[in-house]
């Protein structure tokens, strides 16, 4: 680690000027399009210097009134790795996944497939069925919107009780039905669904089932296949041990909690809705931006529907497998994941970033992301 650490400038620079701009022949690109790179470029090195214990940072930031769509990345691919960190590299997004969900099962309701008002009892095999009624949940009574803005009730397996047991035993292999029996052993519902709002990775991997239950297809298919990742362009995003590598993923990053790496932690930890997908801060720039943009959803009411989404009165900002956040009086709408993966998009700018800082202890992703949206506000306000 110490030659790493000595070798991390050159580390930096390498990465930073394999970075370009998406290139776009209807795009003319000014010096606030570089501006905007620069200063992005002089924000991770800035964060590297100071924060000795981040291997590495990758980002994307979309500014399409200024022409930018820039990739950046800075220090290495992982501790025990000497290779610079590129915008290339894929990560674990972990709850960004909720939002991929999210969108699939409103699709579904889109097609008419299911209902949003329909109990998750219509869907669930008697097997689930007969756990959650074991522990006096009603899935009558818990309907597909309650499960999408974390109103269910349904307790949360994958609390500190899992993280000591992911850190004492990480290569573990979970099923769906293991993390289910979790939340069943660990606690009891926490309220009627609806009256109020807890987040909830479990009621997200019974979401992921619902998908498998309606399609008949696998849940990293049916996303697939329901947000339509080919027609998006998204080539650098997969479900982590379900389907293989995609053939343009250059590196995948190690990602740690302390000292624990990624590499080592068995990927069925965070595996069936909660989480799932490795993706790169590019996919996960576009996917989001897409979503706004209009190329998802067949509707734009079911958009709509997906951000006002709100039932308990101490649900927040959260809605159906997306935050509304503000920085600096400016709305965005997006996720954040366990790995320290994030990405936000802000509809009336037009920014979108998105990426990850590959250490889990310490600085947020969410801090970098809105640093990154002030220094691309500070050069729009130069227009």
């Known amino acids: 680690m110490n030659i790493i650490k000595i070798l991390l400038p050159v580390f930096l620079m390498a990465a930073l000027a394999a970075c370009a701009p998406s290139e776009d022949a209807d795009c003319a690109r000014t010096g606030l399009s570089a501006e905007v790179e620069s200063r992005i470029d002089t924000l991770l090195t800035g964060i590297l210097e100071r924060h000795g214990d981040i291997p590495g940072i990758s980002i994307h930031v979309d500014v399409p009134s200024i022409c930018v769509s820039y990739g950046a990345a800075a220090g290495v691919e992982g501790w025990t790795a000497d290779i610079p960190l590129t915008p290339d590299h894929a990560f674990r997004i972990a709850s960004n996944t909720k939002t991929y969900i999210a969108v699939s099962i409103l699709r579904l309701a889109e097609e008419g497939r299911i209902g949003l008002e329909d109990p998750i009892s219509d869907y669930l095999p008697l097997e689930y069925l007969g756990l959650l009624i074991y522990d006096r949940y009603e899935p009558d009574k818990m309907k597909i919107r309650h499960m999408l803005t974390h109103t269910s009730g349904m307790y949360e397996h994958a609390g500190s009780e899992y993280t000591e047991m992911i850190t004492a035993d990480p290569g573990r292999k979970w099923s769906r039905l293991d993390q289910l029996k979790l939340a069943i052993e660990l606690g009891d519902p926490y309220g009627a669904p609806g009256e109020t709002w807890r987040y909830s990775d479990t009621g997200y991997i019974l979401l992921g089932k619902i998908l498998e239950e309606v399609t008949g297809k696998t849940m990293a298919q049916a996303m697939r296949d329901l947000i339509g990742f080919e027609k998006l362009g ?59 943009e209009g190329k998802v959803f067949r509707r734009k009411e079911t958009l709509d529907t997906m ?40 509809p009336e700018s037009g920014i979108t970033v998105a990426g990850a800082i590959t250490q889990r202890n310490g600085l947020k992703g969410r801090a970098l992301c809105d640093e990154a949206v002030r220094i691309v506000r500070s050069v729009l306000e130069k227009r």
């Open 307 to 346: 951000l006002s989404m709100s039932i308990s009165p101490d649900q927040g900002t959260y809605r159906a497998g997306i935050w509304q956040i503000d920085v600096d009086g400016m709305t965005g709408w997006g996720h954040t994941g366990f790995w320290n993966s994030f990405v936000f998009h802000f």
């Open 234 to 292: 998204l080539e650098r995003t997969w479900v982590e041990g379900v389907e293989a590598v995609p053939a343009a993923v250059r590196g995948r990053a190690h990602q740690y909690f302390g000292d624990i790496d990624s590499y080592d932690v068995d990927p069925s930890i965070d595996l069936y809705g909660g989480g799932g997908l490795m993706s790169t801060s590019r996919d996960l720039a576009d996917f989001v931006r897409l979503l706004f």
